[in-house]
């Protein structure tokens, strides 16, 4: 493998990171525009001064051949793609920024560890207006998709099958359950649903397969290798080039133009080079957590499959060749595969997942051959919705019932022992107040440990509809038992420590005189116009309003409060309250 490809590559990704952290939330990017322009025009002239030196040096190395100057080149490569990622960084965030402060930055709701909204947004490149609505070179390509996704739903197929098959064929999973969702990541399956180099592997196969493969060794193999290149870049594009089939057509075209050139390189250097090309293009690819697992299970098979394979060839060659005959080798290459694609891929899965499938590897011994099947099926559903309705209604019907047996399937493996491992490694909860930031679901959290604490609602919430992803992404990783729920009207008091009350509807006085307490929680229901009343029953250290109420009660209420005297808490606009005892 090329040392300056390494170089380059590790280079271009410091760039980004160092100019993430420090243009991430540079805000004056939208405001300061002489400033904004200076951080994004000094790395290109330093890059511009590198060159320079580069070619002073390649000069001197003329006269004095015998004078050392790897060290020397590799210094300069390295800061020359370190500045480049910097600058192309900055870029891109100036840019942001802008559409941010005419849109509104966006604000993630603050409840313990949720899902980064800010963070999606910004390596998406989306606003808060245009929630995901993507614009350019891949806007056209989502507008398109659109088209050819209102022929697919005309068919007549079960709605969580035509969910499967749309996000395995065309990359859209918008109409995907979240059960259906959590059952693939069970699975170790989640990959089937992303669209990237499993699915491409199997279309571009098929696609020289009908173009007769030899051809790419003939005289027409620059025809068919454009053929190619145009292919992959057409599917891409209507499939709205998501990150993961980026990374993937980028490395196969480089595959295919090296193969016309004939210049056989690493297939690690091809990685890299994808690598180089994609944060070049658009350095946010870096902070995409499809493309770090989509790289990183890439990376684990080119340095572990062939190792791991040799090994077992000089230990069992005879039952290897044996099986080759018989075409019962698959079955040893899919694992293998799986499993060192999942080398590299568990700590990210770990850390973004909370759980680690066992079953995975073993399952894509069925799992693959039935996806290429699906796959398949459905490009061919596509265009028969065009040019044979009817037919394409029958084979929906058929698609339906093979999506439905790797449903099952993968439910039946989902429920052997030892299937998922949990989130052990998480920290538990430390002794917490929690204002959860849930209009849908108005809640407070009193955590005296990860095995006891109480949960203070009105009612009629329903904990398992509203409280999904918090149960999910928080109590299950950080506490060892459920909470005790406290549902009622009016006002309840939480004893232990700590001394909160819930207000949701105002003229019911729980105790007589004023009394003290930590927190005073105003919810939806609150119908006074005033706390007038509450002044005479309460003395609170902090008055919290939830978001649930309106936007002019909590105006109304915070304005009151600070004439009164009293600290106030919006959840709404500052997001989930969180008291550490």
Known sequence: MSRPVVIAFFALLAGVAVADLFLYDATWMATDRTRALWVQLAPWGFCLLLTLLALVRYRLELRHPLSPRRPIFSLLTFLFFLSLGFGRYAFVAERQHRVWAV?????????????????????NGSSTKE???????RGKGLAWREMVLKRVKAMEMEEQAMAVVTAMALGDRSMLRQDTRDLYARAGASHLLALSGLHLGIIVGLFLTWMNGRLLLSRWRKVVGVTVLLFIAGYTFMAGMPPSLVRAALMTSIFVVASLMQRYGSSLQQLLLTGIAMLLWNPMYLFDVGTQLS????G????????????????WRYQMFWM????LLWP???????????????PLVAYYFHQIPTYGPLLSIILIPLTTLLLYLALLLILLSWVWPLAATWLGAGLSWLVGAQLWLMTQVTHWPGAVIPDFWSRKADPQVVVYHNRRCPALHVIASPKQSWLLMPE???????????RRDFWQRRLTEEPVVLRGKGAIALTDGFRAVMVNKNGEKPTQGRTQVDLLWVVRGFRGGSLAELTTTY??????LDASLAQWQRTSLAAEAESIGWKVYDVADKGALRLVH
């Open 103 to 123: 849109d509104g930055r966006p604000v993630n709701r603050g409840n313990p560890d949720e899902f980064d909204v800010v963070r999606w947004q910004w390596v």
């Open 324 to 327: 080759q005959r018989y075409w």
């Open 539 to 544: 003395q609170p250290q902090l008055l919290v």
């Open 332 to 346: 040893f290459t899919t694992v293998a595969v799986s499993l060192c694609a999942q080398a590299l891929t568990l």
């Open 131 to 137: 929630k995901g609505q993507a614009t350019g070179l």
């Open 300 to 315: 684990g098979i080119l340095l572990f499959y062939k190792p791991l394979y040799m090994w077992a060839f000089e230990r």
């Open 460 to 470: 009629p919430d329903s904990l398992e509809t509203g409280m999904y992803y918090i």
């Open 295 to 298: 790289f990183t299970a890439v």
